[in-house]
Nanobody
Framework: QVQLVESGGGSVQAGGSLRLSCRAS????????LAWFRQAPGEEREFVEL???????AYGDSVKSRFTISRDNTKNTVYLQMNNLKRDDKAVYYC?????WGQGTQVTVSS
């Protein structure tokens, strides 16, 4: 069983930045790929970004060039740096590892 705990969400004005964190339990973090998803009200959960254990990344089209995923294996933590936030980025953001999900962290963007 892996536990994932997200943090860093909040409210920001359009054009602003936030950095989300996701800390994982266990001792195999460095050998796993991790991903961020998001879900807006009334919408399906959407893929945001993935970072493999080889530091290869993949981005969803809606966030490319604005969001950056990174990881610190010494802290069992993956980060999502979000810049130039838009109102459409408002959602609950979830961390995903193997078949496990975090509880989510809310991001709100106002104009």
């Amino acid at each position: 069983q892996v536990q994932l705990v997200e943090s860093g969400g909040g409210s920001v004005q359009a054009g602003g930045s936030l950095r989300l964190s996701c800390r994982a339990s266990g001792d195999t973090f460095s050998t796993k790929s991790l991903a961020w998803f998001r879900q807006a009200p009334g919408e399906e959960r959407e893929f945001v970004e993935l970072l493999s254990q080889y530091n290869m990344s993949a981005y969803g089209d809606s966030v490319k060039s604005r969001f950056t995923i990174s990881r610190d294996n010494t802290k069992n933590t993956v980060y999502l740096q979000m810049n130039n936030l838009k109102r459409d980025d408002k959602a609950v953001y979830y961390c995903f590892l193997e078949q496990f999900w975090g509880q989510g962290t809310q991001v709100t963007v106002s104009s």
